[in-house]
């Protein structure tokens, strides 16, 4: 088999990057556990799940088999749920050749280890061609080729290379760092912003500003304190991130802070993702974010306040009122301003 991408994952992400692959002109195969996925993209041209009104190119082809799909392949992305990108990646390990990069597009973590990504796969397959998708990424805006941005980091310069032969096009450009620990940890965390603007959406546009502001600066202290190169912050994989997350109805970490405002359950709410095959990272993140703060000796009161309306089911509204109201919550914004 000639040289080509594979994409493991059949959500919207998969979808998105395995369209913009084949569509500059590469072969770009996409693994689903679903057959009915696979006869659909194979024998329609369509996603029977998602975009389900865009055509896609002849050059994309799905697969239920790893084995083959895998071998000869040049770059694989994995975007595939947190939870399951450790099993997925030991599952290929075998057909890899030590040439072929791996780029994680999962925003994830692992609970119980506190590994991102980047890190479960390298430890999964005893590998340093290892990279992550950063940046603002809604889905359906790659799909219509509407400009978009993304950042590739790997602490490798050859992979961020490969990632953007493959993926950069004239509506997708792709701008590359190695500071891969400062990229993956902020664009994981910003998620915790996203879901805090959701959950403040009955509050006003000044707090949900306010708490962008408040959020962003928190996210950029972790980063530091995790070791982010300073150059790191203030570009795509923070500013470009939290705008995105925390104002675009197409993000899920947004909408399910919203919903929960207006009453709706967690649980309930993520029960209704998994019945598409998607999730919300966003909420890993929280619970993350604080063992992280905790270890690295620094406080996290946003993430705290979200975690207590996530997990201790505190009311959001009055909740947020509340902690907007106190000096302790602007730490990290007095601390950037100063």
Same mark, same amino acid.
């Given at each position: 088999?000639?040289?080509?991408?594979v994409?493991?994952? #059949?959500?919207?992400?998969?979808?998105?990057?395995?369209?913009?692959?084949?569509?500059?002109?590469?072969?770009?195969?996409l693994w689903?556990?679903?057959?009915?996925v696979?006869?659909?993209?194979?024998?329609?041209?369509?996603?029977?799940?998602?975009?389900?009104?865009?055509q896609?190119?002849?050059?994309?082809?799905?697969?239920? !088999?790893? $084995?083959e799909?895998?071998p000869?392949?040049?770059?694989?992305?994995?975007?595939?749920?947190? $939870?399951?990108?450790? $099993?997925?990646?030991?599952?290929?390990? /075998?057909?890899?050749?030590?040439?072929?990069?791996?780029?994680?597009?999962? %925003?994830?973590? #692992?609970?119980?280890? +506190?590994r *991102?990504?980047?890190?479960?796969?390298? !430890?999964?397959l005893?590998?340093?061609n290892?990279?992550i998708?950063?940046?603002?990424?809604?889905?359906?805006?790659?799909m219509?080729?509407?400009?978009?941005a993304?950042?590739?980091a790997?602490? /490798?310069?050859?992979?961020?290379?490969?990632?953007?032969q493959?993926?950069?096009s004239?509506?997708? %450009?792709?701008f590359?760092?190695?500071?891969?620990?400062?990229? @993956?940890?902020?664009s994981?965390?910003?998620?915790?912003?996203?879901?805090?603007a959701?959950?403040?959406s009955?509050?006003?546009?000044?707090?949900?500003?306010?708490?962008?502001?408040?959020?962003?600066? @928190?996210i950029?202290?972790?980063?530091? /304190?995790?070791? =982010?190169?300073?150059?790191s912050?203030g570009?795509?994989?923070?500013?470009? @991130?939290v *705008?995105?997350?925390s104002?675009? %109805?197409?993000?899920?970490?947004?909408?399910?802070?919203? !919903?929960?405002?207006n009453?709706?359950?967690?649980? #309930?709410l993520?029960?209704?993702?998994?019945?598409?095959?998607?999730?919300?990272?966003?909420?890993?993140?929280?619970?993350?974010?604080?063992?992280?703060? +905790?270890?690295?000796?620094?406080?996290?009161?946003?993430a705290?306040?979200?975690? +207590?309306?996530? *997990?201790?089911?505190?009311? =959001?509204? $009055?909740?947020? +009122?509340? *902690?907007?109201?106190?000096?302790?919550?602007? %730490?990290?914004?007095?601390?950037?301003?100063?």
């Amino acid at each position: 088999m000639e040289k080509h991408a594979v994409i493991l994952g #059949d959500g919207t992400m998969a979808t998105a990057l395995a369209t913009s692959v084949a569509r500059n002109g590469h072969k770009a195969i996409l693994w689903s556990q679903d057959p009915q996925v696979v006869v659909s993209i194979n024998r329609d041209r369509l996603h029977p799940r998602h975009f389900t009104s865009h055509q896609l190119p002849a050059e994309l082809t799905a697969s239920v !088999d790893l $084995e083959e799909a895998v071998p000869n392949a040049d770059i694989v992305i994995v975007a595939v749920k947190s $939870e399951r990108v450790s $099993e997925v990646a030991a599952s290929v390990c /075998a057909s890899l050749s030590q040439e072929t990069v791996v780029l994680s597009a999962t %925003k994830g973590v #692992d609970v119980n280890t +506190r590994r *991102f990504m980047s890190q479960v796969i390298s !430890d999964a397959l005893q590998t340093n061609n290892v990279g992550i998708i950063s940046g603002p990424n809604i889905t359906i805006d790659i799909m219509n080729g509407s400009p978009t941005a993304i950042l590739v980091a790997s602490q /490798a310069g050859a992979v961020i290379e490969r990632g953007r032969q493959y993926l950069e096009s004239a509506s997708l %450009k792709v701008f590359g760092s190695t500071d891969l620990a400062g990229i @993956e940890t902020l664009s994981v965390v910003k998620n915790i912003v996203a879901i805090a603007a959701g959950l403040a959406s009955n509050l006003g546009d000044n707090a949900r500003s306010y708490i962008i502001a408040l959020g962003l600066a @928190e996210i950029q202290a972790l980063a530091r /304190a995790l070791g =982010a190169r300073p150059e790191s912050t203030g570009g795509l994989a923070d500013i470009g @991130e939290v *705008f995105l997350s925390s104002t675009s %109805k197409h993000s899920r970490n947004h909408m399910i802070g919203i !919903d929960i405002a207006n009453g709706a359950r967690l649980p #309930d709410l993520l029960s209704a993702l998994e019945v598409i095959n998607e999730t919300a990272e966003g909420v890993n993140a929280v619970y993350v974010a604080r063992e992280l703060a +905790r270890s690295a000796g620094i406080e996290m009161p946003l993430a705290e306040c979200v975690h +207590r309306i996530l *997990f201790n089911d505190e009311p =959001a509204t $009055e909740t947020l +009122r509340t *902690f907007l109201s106190e000096k302790s919550a602007a %730490k990290w914004l007095a601390v950037s301003a100063a």
